[in-house]
Structure formats: structure tokens, C-alpha cells
């Protein structure tokens, strides 16, 4: 079946400090694949996504390479600022279905 | 603008008392589900419906009812919930290019 790994959180920086937060997946095809961000009492909103294979999604100062070769997806800022604090959850949506597979979130948190 | 809302916001229920969260979206989407978030686990799929009357099983249905009468709302009925049942309830909907899903705020329920 379809799966999303995430590294383990929380993580804290701070501000102006670079951030990676991995992600790996394991599908079945060619999967599309998300970033996702929640802040606070909220509810999730897209970050950014990639379709196909070498595609670079960003957003916000935030990046993510789809590399097939090592099925992957890290999602990478250079400088990281208090309002980025937030949850972030890759995801996966696996050929013509609309489920999508979550992996477990990462907290982020950033210090003045 | 395009939401989704759901209400109530937060519920504090007992062991086997019936609730309904409701679900609405304003985007004529034709996709809904429901998720629940739960620490560690992410977020999980427990009902979809593709469209009107149209309805099907996620990964974690068990104790959970829906219903999809009309396009725009999309209950999630407990007929007698439990405490496994205290978690973080998302709603969303899904573009019709099935690339980006919009949630609703959340749902915090506790059942003692």
C-alpha cells in the first residue's frame, strides 16, 4: 500500500536558520505529492505541490524536489521566520484516486 | 471566499450519546471526506463521497456514519460514540483537477 514517512518532530530553529523536515514515500506508480501546513487552531492549507518526477514545488520561500530515484520529497527553507511555526504534513494522492496518504506531521517551531 | 466550515467547532459528549458534526463547502465540489488527526498517526481517512448519494469507506470507518444529500454538506454522524473516538475531525473537499483538497477548521471532540 501507499505510505508517507516523515522525520520525527518537534523541531525548533531559530529565526533566519535553515530547515529541512524529510520525507520519503513508498506508492505504487507515479504519485503526486503535497506539503501541507497547519498553523494553530487551524485547519490544513496546501503549501506546495509536485506532479511528476524532477518537478520543483514552492511557495512562500519553501521548496521541494520530487526525486523518484529516492523517493523523496524534502521540504527545505532557507531562513526561517516566528510565523512559519506551524505543523507540516507531506502527503501522497496515488495515480486517478483523490485519497490522500498522510504522513504523521512534523511541529515546527521557530524563536525569535 | 471559498471554505469549508464546520461546526460545532468543539464538543464534550458521553459514552453513547448521538452526535452530528456538520460539514458544508461552497466551491460545488463534487469530492468530500472526512479525516481524523490523531498524535503520531496523522491524519487518516475515515468517509468519502464522490458525489451526491454517493458514499464509501476510508481507512478507519468503524463507528462513524455519513450521509451526502446534497453537494454542498456532508455530515459525520456517531451514532454511539466512544472514547476512542476523542480526536481532531477535518473535513475537505477536492478541486475537480484533484490537486488541491480545502479543509475546514476542525472539529475537537472529547467523549468521556
Known amino acids: 500500500g501507499n505510505s508517507v514517512t516523515q522525520m520525527e518532530g518537534p523541531v525548533t530553529l531559530s529565526e533566519e536558520a535553515f530547515l529541512t523536515i524529510n520525507c520519503t514515500y513508498t506508492?505504487?506508480?507515479?504519485?503526486?505529492l503535497f506539503w501541507y501546513v497547519q498553523y494553530p487552531g487551524e485547519g490544513l492549507q496546501l503549501l506546495l505541490k509536485?506532479?511528476?518526477?524532477?518537478d520543483k514545488g514552492s511557495n512562500k520561500g519553501f521548496e521541494a524536489t520530487y526525486r523518484k530515484e529516492t523517493t523523496s520529497f524534502h521540504l527545505e527553507k532557507g531562513s526561517v521566520q516566528v510565523s512559519d511555526s506551524a505543523v507540516y504534513f507531506c502527503a501522497l494522492r496515488a495515480g486517478s484516486a483523490r485519497q490522500l496518504t498522510f504522513g504523521s506531521g512534523t511541529q515546527l517551531t521557530v524563536l525569535p | 471566499e471559498a471554505q469549508v466550515t464546520q461546526n460545532p467547532r468543539y464538543l464534550i459528549t458521553v459514552t453513547g450519546k448521538k452526535l452530528t458534526v456538520t460539514c458544508s463547502q461552497n466551491m460545488n465540489h463534487e469530492y468530500m471526506s472526512w479525516y481524523r488527526q490523531d498524535p503520531g498517526l496523522g491524519l487518516r481517512q475515515i468517509y468519502y463521497s464522490m458525489n451526491v448519494e454517493v458514499t464509501d469507506k476510508g481507512d478507519v470507518p468503524e463507528g462513524y456514519k455519513v450521509s451526502r444529500k446534497e453537494k454542498r454538506n456532508f455530515p459525520l454522524i456517531l451514532e454511539s460514540p466512544s472514547p476512542n473516538q476523542t480526536s481532531l475531525y477535518f473535513c475537505?473537499?477536492?478541486?475537480?483537477?484533484?490537486?488541491?483538497?480545502?479543509f475546514g477548521p476542525g472539529t475537537r471532540l472529547l467523549v468521556l
Open positions: 506508492a505504487t506508480g507515479y504519485p503526486s
Open positions: 475537505a473537499s477536492s478541486s475537480p483537477d484533484r490537486e488541491t483538497q480545502y
Open positions: 509536485a506532479t511528476k518526477a524532477d
